[in-house]
């Protein structure tokens, strides 16, 4: 079927209230019409969310932003006119337009105009919003392919887009600018460093303590396999080691791989640079499980540009999957 006819197919199950799955540039989203408590709700049911989680909106345009924020501070236009359409979400306060089920309750929406040619016909076609978390059940691993979708999700979703991998590979950044100083809520695709840049100034990181934004708990972003933070010279030791206690074994690192890794270790990838290992993450986790592999060892890149949030989603899955 053409791609027209997909996005066409794809707003009318929206109008109905269905699901409908979508490529971004960073993860593929599971979208519903963000104005549709009962859509919502289903939404929510699917992805086994907890209610009380606030979801992201779509919008078509910074244009298209107006009608679902209360206020847009000076701060916010700034980086939306810098990022947008981009991995770059902003929490405002909503407007009247959007309903609890969206938000959890909280006055605060998450808005963000993904960079992808599929979601920008499809958000242009349903002239509304989409709300869309990412297309997986809740506390796994994101989707980076429609097949990704299929497998997590199966007959759950009413349809999926397929646009092909995801470009970026790791969620969005979201910045909280209801505060009196921007705050960074969770570290992604768009580096901090871009946005300090924009707005003249440090911005302070609020990805931890009190969970403001759900999506850094630390039980987010895991495979079944166990993930170990290793530096790379400590890589062969370590996985001779498990190997020799009975476990399956794989790695994933910058290349080049480090010299005297043991027979029976399987290399995962050997991303060229941190885009690379944004883009490949989430995948080779998947491979890992496939694979029925018990440990990852990672060596996490360094944290410049999308670095930063790579590191963040191997920390977050290293906890999630440590031995107690
Ligand atoms: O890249 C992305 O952001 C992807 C694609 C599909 O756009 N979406 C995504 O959605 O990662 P999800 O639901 O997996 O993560 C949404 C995050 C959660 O951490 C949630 O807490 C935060 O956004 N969030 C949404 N609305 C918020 C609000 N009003 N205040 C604080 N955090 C909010
Ligand atoms: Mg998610």
Redesign the pocket.
Same mark, same amino acid.
């Given at each position: 079927m053409s791609e027209r006819a997909d996005v066409a197919r794809a707003v009318t199950v929206l109008r109905a209230g269905g699901l409908v799955a979508f490529p971004?540039e960073?993860?593929?989203?599971l979208g519903c019409d963000a104005e549709s408590p009962a859509a919502l709700r289903r939404l929510f049911a699917v992805k086994q969310?907890p209610i009380d989680?606030?979801?992201?909106v779509?919008v078509a345009s910074a244009a298209a932003m107006e009608a679902f924020a209360a206020d847009v501070p000076p701060v916010a236009r700034a980086l939306v006119d810098a990022f947008w359409p981009g991995?770059l979400?902003i929490?405002l306060h909503?407007s009247a337009r959007i309903p609890d089920e969206v938000?959890g309750g909280?006055d605060?929406?998450?808005l963000?105009v993904?960079d992808e040619p599929h979601a920008l016909a499809l958000l242009a076609a349903f002239d509304g919003a989409l709300a +869309?978390?990412? +297309?997986n059940r809740f506390g796994k691993v994101?989707p980076t392919t429609a097949a990704d979708v299929r497998a997590d999700l199966g007959d759950d979703v009413d349809l999926i887009l397929d646009g092909g991998p995801c470009r970026v590979g790791v969620?969005?950044t979201?910045v909280?600018c209801t505060l009196a100083a921007p705050a960074i809520?969770?570290l992604? +695709?768009l580096a901090q460093g871009a946005i300090e840049k924009v707005l003249g100034a440090p911005v302070q990181l609020r990805t931890s303590g009190e969970t403001? +934004?759900?999506?850094?708990l630390r039980g987010h972003y895991a495979p079944a396999a166990r993930v170990v933070l290793v530096e790379s010279r400590a890589v062969a030791a370590r996985a001779s080691g498990l190997l020799a206690s009975g476990e399956r074994v794989a790695v994933l690192m910058l290349a080049p791989a480090v010299a005297d890794l043991p027979a029976g270790l399987t290399v995962l990838d050997l991303p060229v640079d941190v885009d690379d290992f944004a883009r490949v993450l989430y995948t080779r986790l998947r491979d890992a499980d496939r694979a029925r592999v018990d440990v990852v060892l990672v060596v996490p890149p360094p944290p410049a540009g999308v670095g930063g949030a790579v590191v963040d989603r191997l920390t977050r899955a290293a906890a999630a999957t440590a031995r107690q």
């Open positions: 971004t960073t993860v593929y989203g969310r989680h606030p979801v992201i779509h991995p979400t929490v909503r938000t909280r605060t929406v998450g963000r993904p +869309a978390p990412s +297309a994101s969620e969005s979201i909280d809520l969770r992604g +695709a403001v +934004a759900p999506g850094t």
